[in-house]
């Protein structure tokens, strides 16, 4: 008797409900911010190291350097630093797509940006930066990327034509202006990056976000900016999950991105 009288209680059907309105507010909040905030992204180069490593899985922040909005006032916009580390789609198009990369941004709207020796030179002050790799020493000297722009880049591979072509229009003296609205950024790794160099200037809006922190790192085989064959991403997949204990780099776990 006492079971008919609780099955037919109403609190119980009103706790019921209340339960599944409540798991499924909480999936719509999270479905709202893994595809608005935050953001899941894969280093397949070293252009970005020691700062990131090939394996690592970062979180990419998608709101804080978004583009503000009258709607979503409460947000943290802010506009995109000197240094900021950046996710961003490639400003050309290449297999039909747009590709993501990530690199640190060097120079803002205004600025003047030249290399000499692989130092840069921003607005005519040679920058100190504690996050550049060294140089590979087996390397062959590039007078392309270390003295950037001071070589032609017609004999340089790699060089996209439409950079290549644009490259004397936004030169005054032996810099590189950077245009309102565009940004030039490169990698960590210099000698070993195709970065803003190769292909020109970013557009603001096509700025994805910024890694915070890099939440899994995994031992993987290096993959090339411009290598994104649906086999190699399979092979590194498949890679990841029969190697997850021994090639993961714990001690990377939750490391911050700066």
């Known amino acids: 008797m006492a079971e008919r009288q609780a099955a037919k209680d109403p609190r119980v059907s009103e706790s019921g409900l209340s339960f599944i309105a409540s798991y499924l507010t909480l999936a719509a909040v999270w479905l709202f911010v893994i595809t608005y905030v ?6 397949p180069s070293s ?3 020691s700062t990131l490593l090939v394996g690592d899985h970062v979180l990419v922040e998608r709101e804080m350097l978004a583009p503000a909005t009258k ?3 409460f947000l943290p916009y802010r506009e995109v630093k000197r240094g900021d580390v950046i996710v961003f789609y490639k400003p050309l198009e290449e297999n039909g797509s747009h590709m993501p990369l990530v690199k640190r941004v060097i120079a803002i709207p205004g600025d003047r940006i030249h ?3 692989g130092v840069v030179f921003l607005n005519g002050v040679a920058q100190s930066e504690a996050y550049v790799a060294k140089p590979d020493p087996n390397r062959p000297y590039d007078s392309y990327v270390n003295d950037f722009p001071s070589v032609t ?9 439409q950079w290549s072509l644009a490259i004397p229009s936004a030169m005054e003296g032996e810099d590189i202006v950077v245009p309102p609205g565009k940004y030039f950024a490169m990698g960590d790794n210099r000698t070993n990056s195709l970065d803003s160099r190769y292909w020109g200037f970013v557009p603001r809006e096509n700025i994805i976000g910024r890694p915070l922190l890099v939440y899994w790192s995994i031992n993987v085989r290096e993959v090339s900016d411009t290598d994104v064959a649906l086999t190699a991403q399979a092979q590194s997949t498949v890679h990841e999950l029969l190697h997850f204990f021994s090639d993961t780099r714990w001690s990377r776990t939750l490391h911050r991105v700066q």
């Open 38 to 43: 935050f953001q899941n992204f894969f280093i």
């Open 47 to 49: 252009s970005m190291a």
């Open 71 to 73: 709607g979503a006032s």
């Open 115 to 117: 290399l000499r020796n």
């Open 153 to 161: 880049a017609d004999t340089e591979p790699g060089v996209s034509a």
